[in-house]
Nanobody
């Protein structure tokens, strides 16, 4: 299987910056898309940004121009640089990886446990 270890997160002031990191490990044969999702209290989990193995990116409209997703294929890692943060960015952020693992013939989505990001003065 795949384990996703997230780091970063915590408290940041409005207008500040923060970077999240996520590294995948396990019996991974290949990783296709990786991404970040978030879930605020009382709301559904939503897409923040995704990046393909070929480094094509997509973003939620709410974070375009402020957040940047990147990845290191050699390290099976994905990053989220968050700038100009707003209180409405407060949420639990989850890392996702779409991967094929040994013994499987299909792509599966794997999730991290989440890291809390709080934007407040």
């Amino acid at each position: 299987q795949v384990q996703l270890a997230e780091s970063g997160g915590g408290l940041v002031q409005p207008g500040g910056s923060q970077e999240l990191s996520c590294a995948a490990s396990g019996s991974i044969l290949s990783i296709n898309a990786m991404g970040w999702y978030r879930q605020a209290p009382g709301k559904q989990r939503e897409l923040v940004a995704t990046i393909t193995r070929g480094l094509s990116t997509s973003y939620a409209d709410s974070v375009k121009g402020r957040f940047t997703i990147s990845r290191d294929n050699a390290k099976n890692a994905v990053y989220l640089q968050m700038n100009g943060m707003k209180p409405e960015d407060t949420a639990v952020y989850y890392c996702m990886a779409r991967a094929i693992v040994a013994g499987r013939i299909a792509w599966d989505d794997y999730w991290g446990q989440g890291t809390q990001v709080t934007v407040s003065s």
